[in-house]
């Protein structure tokens, strides 16, 4: 056993279960808590506890994952959503929170991870092969029709087909 007890934020996701199965099957853990915004999710099924947390982007949100720390003496956090990571690194709490590890990529590879565009760049730097992006506004489109993507974001949130200039114009 590696932890005592382990949080998983965003519990309600498909990532933060197949971790808290992972960490469970593999003895890693004694306890596991996770939270999330909602509780209508089967996080009950992993977890030995789930509790509500705010949005990340609200301002009690540190607050209320502070409660849980405290309340379940965790020993390690580990965010799951974006909103969640950037809300930690921001707040200069990548590393730690409440003194209790949090586990995560290092500061550079989360910024560059939620910024899509950054992403992009870091790849072409390395010589592997991305398909061509833009930013809109700033160079025109190689090719119609294209995609166009947030360039933060989850998954596929916002994602447009366009066709035609007007619509990249207006996106």
Not at 49 to 75: F, K, M, Q, S
Not at 91 to 107: D, E, I, K, Q, S
Not at 141 to 156: E, F, N, T, Y
């Amino acid at each position: 056993m590696i932890y005592g007890t382990m949080l998983i934020t965003g519990c309600a996701g498909d990532i933060a279960v197949s971790l808290a199965r992972i960490a469970r099957e593999a003895g890693a853990v004694r306890r596991l808590i996770g939270c999330d915004i909602h509780a209508d999710h089967a996080g009950a099924a992993f977890f030995d506890a789930c509790e509500l947390v705010p949005r990340a982007n609200e301002d009690t949100y540190l607050e209320g994952l502070e409660r849980i720390v405290a309340a379940h003496g965790v020993d390690v956090i580990v965010p799951m959503s974006e909103a969640e990571i950037a809300v930690l690194l921001a707040a200069g709490h990548l590393g730690t929170f409440a003194g209790v590890p949090v586990l995560a990529a290092n500061r550079r590879a989360v910024e560059t991870g939620l910024d899509k565009y950054a992403t992009f760049r870091r790849l072409a730097e390395q010589e592997l092969a991305v398909p061509w992006t833009r930013i809109v506004g700033e160079a025109p489109p190689v090719a119609l029709p294209c995609i166009l993507k947030r360039r933060r974001g989850q998954g596929s949130k916002g994602l447009q087909l366009v066709s035609t200039e007007e619509e990249v114009e207006i996106a």
